[in-house]
């Protein structure tokens, strides 16, 4: 019962719960992917060019200004410089609290009473100089503690700070994962309100005394900047989310353009070891870049928000959408395409809420959630399989082959009686000098059928790690076959890389069977290449995978043939067609094996001579006389083919037969 419960695909719920009450609690880890994913939805708008420029101190301006921080007379210097080139507004982002050592403090000043210049003060642990507070119009100041608080700020030196056109804090709030994506407009200082650069920049770029906010004990309720920009939407922090597809011009200090066309000019240090950038979603950015992108998305009305009902919205959806794809899952298929469907739908609906209206919609947990349900849907319904199959293999796998009882495993409705034609590569072993192996164990019959059992192990290792699938077992015979019931468009190959692998480990056998005192096992091997009936053979009863046909009875009849012909291995005529670009192939005789008439041509793993070649022609054409010339130079020359030479010396003395066709009669098996 207990098992029969685990196996029900409907036990996901369990999953399912745990998923939506891992968002519900919103860990560190989902915060920062669903961040990670609000980037690529951020940063894939188009480019919308502004017209705010960033000026770089980099440098090349330290290699022309000598130090850092430059004298405050060489900023009056570049202010005076900047306006000459139609800048609009400038903002300077270098803070300067102490007084300045070459005396500029005076000389930019007066600049700064000159021209508008906005400047950038920092929040701090505690407050250096007397930092100015811009115009504002608060209402509900008792709640100042509900938005971003600093115990203190370093402002810039008195004469500056009141010279100035206005004054802005120069600050971050990067999220869970160490990334700034939104950037709070306001902060609260000693119970004090105060704007941050880009708000300060659009509050007077736009002409304006003051800036508006409302807060409740929630936060903020509404921020206005009068004018043309009017209500900027914020959370209840004050930060808005900066649009970074807002592009800015960049320029170093050096290579200034004659003409800014009234832009917003932003001067900051790029210059290495003096500002270091921050990270961002479009990556590392100067802080100057940063606020002018923060500039951009203000003064474009560019309203990027995450609905205050998103959060509920997404986990219902979870839940939702969990219970109606395990319904489905209860038709494999059906399911598996309402899954893709509802998945792809959820994300490009996603999508498609932020290009429309600029919607945040997190489908980071949606997808991962009904990802993992489905997959605990689908293992279990694996594992019910599996343990379905296992049992086919429980049944069948003591006597059908084991590429056959996984593909019975997928396909049960093969369990029937038949076959097709296929062309396979058959191959039959056998042991030679068996008598003497029983013999050496005697009435040891156990003893024997262990040894037995050692050879035949490794032997069919190297069949089954060869694409081969074993037949049977014949005594002290194998055989295989290549090409079913799974295609092998190598099979020759196979079969022959087999062979010699199999000859391998039978010298690697022996070494250790005889160390231990038992006689070397000899092998004879052949091989053929033919179109046969391949399927399940046998009763209704009791059936096997094996197959049928004349290449059949030839292969084992090749096999016979090895030991009369002093080789290890006999190929067929298409078995050695086949491989013969890979391995080299002697053709041996042509041979009517016994049952025959008509000859086939046999062949072993050898190099073919020239001499070969020879003997062959005058064999085949029956002046025997030359052929035994030949087969006797060979028996010399040729030690590795000296026991078939042998034969052949033996067969031409005893003379050619009457009726010889080219085509030698075996008169055994």
């Given amino acids: 019962m207990l098992k029969k419960l685990a196996l029900n695909p409907w036990t996901a719920l369990i999953t399912l719960a745990l998923i939506v009450g891992i968002r519900t609690t919103d860990l560190s880890f989902v915060e920062s992917v669903r961040l990670r994913y609000f980037d690529t939805l951020i940063t894939s708008k188009s480019i919308t060019e502004n ?61 700064l009473k000159k021209y508008p210049v906005v400047l950038g003060s920092i929040p701090s642990n505690k407050t250096k100089n007397t930092p100015r507070v811009p115009g504002s119009a608060v209402l509900g100041p008792e709640w100042l503690n509900q938005i971003v608080t600093y115990p203190g700020l370093i402002a810039n030196v008195p004469l500056l700070e009141n010279s100035a056109a206005g004054v802005g804090i120069v600050n971050t709030l990067p999220e869970v994962d160490g990334v700034n994506r939104r950037i709070p407009l306001i902060v609260s200082v000693n119970d004090k309100l105060y704007p941050s650069l880009g708000l300060e920049t659009l509050r007077v ?28 939407s914020t959370d209840n922090l004050g930060r808005i989310w900066i649009d970074w597809s807002q592009q800015s011009k960049s320029v170093s200090l050096m290579t200034l353009p004659k003409d800014f066309n009234g832009a917003i000019v932003i001067l900051g240090p790029t210059a290495a070891g003096v500002s270091n950038p921050i990270p961002t979603s479009k990556g590392a950015i100067f802080p ?118 996984a593909q019975l495993q997928r396909q049960p409705e093969l369990l029937q009686l038949g076959g097709d034609s296929r062309e396979l590569s058959i191959m039959f072993t056998d042991v030679r000098g068996f008598t003497s192996i029983s013999e050496h164990y005697g009435a040891d019959v156990q003893g024997l059928t262990k040894i037995m059992n050692r050879y035949m192990t490794a032997m069919t290792k190297k069949i089954l790690e060869n694409k081969g699938t074993l037949d049977k077992y014949i005594g002290d015979a194998q055989m295989a076959f290549w090409n079913a019931p799974l295609n092998d468009g190598n099979h020759a190959k196979n079969a022959v890389r087999t062979a010699l692998q199999m000859m391998e480990s039978l010298d690697e056998f022996n070494k250790e069977v005889v160390a231990e005192g038992v006689p070397a096992f000899g092998m004879g091997l052949g091989i053929n290449t033919g179109v046969v009936v391949v399927g399940n053979m046998g009763s209704v009863q009791r059936f096997d995978y094996t197959c049928l046909g004349d290449s059949v009875n030839l292969a084992s009849r090749l096999e016979s ?27 041996m005789d042509c041979i009517a094996v016994k049952g025959k008439k008509e000859g086939v041509k046999i062949f072993t793993l050898s190099k073919q001579t020239k001499a070969q070649n020879a003997f062959l022609f005058w064999y085949y054409e029956g002046v025997w006389e030359d052929a035994l010339r030949i087969a006797k130079q060979e028996v010399i020359n040729n030690k590795e083919m000296s026991h078939y030479y042998e034969l052949m010396i033996e067969r031409l003395e005893q003379g050619k037969p009457d009726n010889w066709y080219g085509t030698y009669v075996a008169t055994s098996k």
């Fill in 51 to 111: 017209n705010v420029y960033t000026v770089n101190i980099d440098e090349a301006a330290l290699d022309q200004y000598g130090q850092w921080p430059l004298p405050r007379a060489e900023y009056a210097k570049i202010i005076d410089d900047l306006y000459k080139r139609n800048a609009g507004l400038v903002v300077l982002n270098v803070l300067m609290p102490e007084t300045d050592r070459t005396g500029g403090d005076v000389i930019l000043a007066q600049t």
């Fill in 205 to 232: 770029a736009t002409g304006n005394s003051t800036f508006q906010v409302k807060l409740f004990e929630g936060g903020v309720e509404k921020m206005r900047l009068p004018g043309d920009i009017g209500i900027i």
């Fill in 288 to 405: 100057h870049e940063v606020q002018a992108s923060v500039i951009s998305t203000m003064a474009n009305n560019v309203v990027i928000q995450r609905p205050d009902y998103a959060d509920g919205l997404e986990i219902v959806a979870i839940a939702i959408l969990g219970i109606v794809l395990l319904f489905f899952a209860r038709w494999t298929y059906v399911g598996l395409i309402v899954s893709v469907l509802v998945i792809f739908g959820s994300v490009c609906l996603s999508q498609y809420l932020y290009s429309t209206n600029l919607w945040l919609f997190d489908i980071t947990a949606i997808v991962f959630g009904l990802v993992v349900v489905m997959l605990h849907a689908y293992g279990v319904k694996f594992v019910s399989e599996f343990l379905q199959k296992q049992q086919i293999k429980k049944q069948f796998g003591t006597y059908l082959s084991p590429d056959l009882v």
């Fill in 561 to 587: 043939q090895s030991k009369n012909y002093g080789v290890r291995i006999v190929l067929g005529p298409e078995t050695a067609k086949q491989v013969q670009d890979e391995y080299t192939v002697f053709e």
